[in-house]
């Protein structure tokens, strides 16, 4: 069994323009030590996906349906007692923008303080010692110093280290962080994936790890879930996907990408169009109206994710390209 | 080709602060050779936009020089300097909140030539649609709808439109793909060559991702804290960086392919502020090179190769 087991997992909005399907019948897993990475553009539904395991949608205004299981515990239907135990212990989540996790008129330290005297039950002296502690280990310099800062006195990568220690203050087996450098300049990205791998070495911890940035997945995931319109429609291990990709889109994302080695006035290779408005896709591909292998049964039909290969890896298409081309 | 279109000379940028100063930019040289795109990389905050802007006397620059074709810049004032600005257009990230939302495509792009007078009527008509059709926005269909109805991608489309209706020679792109998807920043990153061979334009193209700078450019200029700390063709120093910051910026930089080689140095600590930065070299608080001499002299740039510059003490090993 999994860590994580995600069967079926549809999520749907309910917007003022009519109902959204934002996540459509995604199934997904990770094991122990792994780290997923889930790539799409703007508006593929990566953080509504990454929410939703959380169980962390607002119930008015969304329906979540199928199933995700942590540690074989149900979470889709749970109730909001249970689900805060399992935030307490065993999921953590990081967003893109640290501010969202951390109250602005709250000194740093009283709040990692208060979420260790909540999730673990410790007492203020002990909360505060290892507050500082996990400052500590998250790279934060001078921690009893920055204990008593206000996040808008520390810049983004250190609020986004802050985040991170809250995050870890439990010792959790799974994080879901969500674009969790892309604000942040290349150096201090770097500095915050490289704490996030050590962490994750030493903590044990099993990670999704949600980005736009190819760079980021191909060099710090294990394995790789490409989402377009809502679904995934590529999966496999980082390797099979970047190199053995079937599925048209996954190569148009990845040769549609700049890359460094690239001389000056490349030519790339866009894809024409754009993301299809998920208020009102059709029956077929969602991809089919930008895609060069288009036939007519892709615009008629939508194609099911393959079954996985014994490397795991799985696409939807009808016409997939070859290996290695 | 390689005569000089625009020349920056000990450019300087402090904004006041309090009682002190925030010094953006702190002496910066360079120029742009007529033809070529610049890149201009860094981390935020280390003063592109405002060399940006400054250039365009959108910001006032408090030292040094600017010329364009030889006529100065900083000192221009009234109609010469509105003559040169047309000239010289600036492009934005942020594509939607730079056009008006309430104002129609075709008057978007028409502003600077009705504010210039330079078309009217039938001419300027026929020239607003030739450069919609150019930038792929359908006149018909789309120039009568609002800005506010379009995407990210097709707002950078009309941006660029309205940039060239003057037949600007420099186009200073600030971060105008950092905004968008990648399938979209193809698209823009495809048309603005296109448009460049087209309209014969130069660029500085400011970004802070170095592969789509890479991408661009001829030459690439890379910023630290309003420093120029080296300059150079664009394969040569992303392949022989000669400074020690650039070197940091470039092994952080994830090249998307999953065998790509993982010995990373990775720079330490972050950029001291602006308000007060060190003396000597810029980069010397977190220079693992970093001798007694580096806070004392600030570095002047010095060539290492052929068109390749350098401003550090102690550049790294040439290999080549
Ligand atoms: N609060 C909301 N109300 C209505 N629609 C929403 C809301 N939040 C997200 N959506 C829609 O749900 C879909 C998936 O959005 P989601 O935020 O998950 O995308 P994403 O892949 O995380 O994009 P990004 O890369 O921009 O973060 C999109 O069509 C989006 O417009
Ligand atoms: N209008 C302004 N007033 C005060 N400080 C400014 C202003 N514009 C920019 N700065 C400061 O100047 C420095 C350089 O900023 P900027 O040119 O925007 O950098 P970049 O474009 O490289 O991210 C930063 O420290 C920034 O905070
Ligand atoms: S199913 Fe058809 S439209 Fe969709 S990706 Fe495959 S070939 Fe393209
Ligand atoms: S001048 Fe000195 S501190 Fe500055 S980059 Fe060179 S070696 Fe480092
Ligand atoms: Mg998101
Ligand atoms: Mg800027």
Redesign the interface.
């Known amino acids: 069994m999994s860590l994580l087991d995600v069967q079926n997992l549809s999520v749907t909005l309910h917007t003022p323009h009519g109902d959204l399907p934002a996540v459509a019948d995604v199934s997904l897993s990770v094991g122990a030590e792994e780290t997923l990475g889930i790539v799409g ?2 508006g593929s539904g990566k953080t509504m996906l990454a929410r939703s395991i959380m169980g962390l949608l607002p119930r008015a205004r969304a329906s979540a349906s199928g199933s995700v299981k942590l540690k074989g515990v149900e979470m889709v239907g749970a109730r909001a007692s249970d689900l805060r135990r399992l935030w307490a212990t065993e999921v953590a989540m990081i967003f893109q923008d640290p501010m969202t996790a951390l109250n602005p008129v709250m000194r740093v330290g009283r709040q990692i303080d208060e979420t260790l005297r909540v999730r673990l039950g410790l007492s203020r002296s002990a909360a505060r010692a290892r507050a500082i502690e996990l400052l500590e280990m998250v790279g934060i ?1 001078s921690p009893e110093k920055r204990y008593a800062a206000y996040p808008g006195q520390l ?1 983004g ?2 609020r986004q280290r802050v985040v991170i220690a809250m995050a870890l203050a439990a010792s959790p087996s799974l994080i879901l962080a969500d674009e969790p450098t892309t604000g942040l ?7 915050i994936l ?1 704490l996030l791998d050590e962490l994750q070495a030493r903590l044990h911890t099993s990670m999704i790890l949600i980005t ?5 997945v ?2 710090r995931t294990s394995h790789l879930a490409v989402m377009y319109a809502g679904r995934i429609v590529e999966t496999g291990t ?2 099979d996907v ?2 053995r990709h079937r599925m048209p889109y996954t190569r ?3 040769e ?17 169009g ?2 299809p408005n998920l208020l009102r896709l059709g029956e077929g591909c969602a991809f089919a109206p930008r895609c060069g292998f288009a036939s007519e049964r892709c615009h008629r039909e939508r194609p099911e994710l393959s079954v996985p290969d014994e490397s795991s890896h799985a696409f939807a298409c009808f016409n997939p390209l070859e290996v290695g081309r | 080709m390689s005569d000089v279109l625009l020349s920056v000379r000990e450019l300087t940028v402090s904004f006041p602060h309090g009682a002190h100063r925030v010094s953006a930019v702190a002496g910066v040289s360079f120029d742009v050779l007529r033809g070529e795109t610049l890149g201009l990389v860094g981390e935020s905050g280390c003063g592109k936009s405002t060399t940006g802007k400054a250039l365009m006397r959108i910001v006032e620059p408090t030292g040094g020089s600017v010329s364009l074709e030889g006529v100065e810049i900083t000192t221009a004032s009234g109609r010469a300097l509105r003559q040169l600005r047309t000239r010289m257009q600036m492009i934005f990230q942020d594509p939607i909140s730079s056009l008006n939302p309430r104002r129609r495509v075709r008057d978007i792009v028409a502003e600077p030539l009705d504010c210039w007078k330079s078309a009217t009527g039938s001419e300027r008509d026929a020239l607003v649609s030739t450069l919609l059709n150019q930038v792929g926005i359908d006149p018909v269909a789309n120039g009568t709808r609002y800005a506010r109805e379009f995407s990210g991608g097709q707002c950078q489309r009309i941006s660029i439109a309205r940039s060239l209706a003057m037949r600007p020679q420099l186009l200073i792109c600030d971060e105008m793909v950092s905004a968008l998807d990648v399938s979209v920043q193809a698209q823009i990153l495809n048309l603005l060559e296109d448009l460049k061979a087209e309209y014969g334009l130069t660029l500085l193209f400011i970004a802070h991702d170095l592969a789509v700078v890479k991408n661009v450019s001829d030459r690439v200029a890379v910023m630290y804290l309003g420093t120029i700390c080296e300059i150079g063709p664009a394969d040569v120093l992303y392949e022989t960086p000669a400074h020690p910051y650039t070197k940091f910026l470039l092994s952080a930089a994830l090249e998307a392919d999953p065998d790509a080689p993982q010995n990373r140095e990775v720079l330490q600590g972050e950029p001291p502020s602006p308000l007060d930065p060190p003396s000597g070299c810029r980069f010397r608080t977190r220079c693992p090179l970093a001798q007694e001499r580096c806070a004392l002299e600030a570095p002047l740039a010095r060539e290492v190769s052929a068109g390749h510059q350098v401003a550090c003490h102690f550049p790294l090993a040439r290999t080549t």
């Open positions: 553009e703007s310099p810049s990568g250190m300049d290349v150096t201090i990205q770097a500095q490289n736009h940035d190819l760079g980021v191909a060099t980082t390797r970047f190199a148009a994302l990845l549609s990408s700049p890359r460094v080695s690239n001389p000056a006035h490349t030519r790339l290779t866009a894809i024409p754009r993301p």
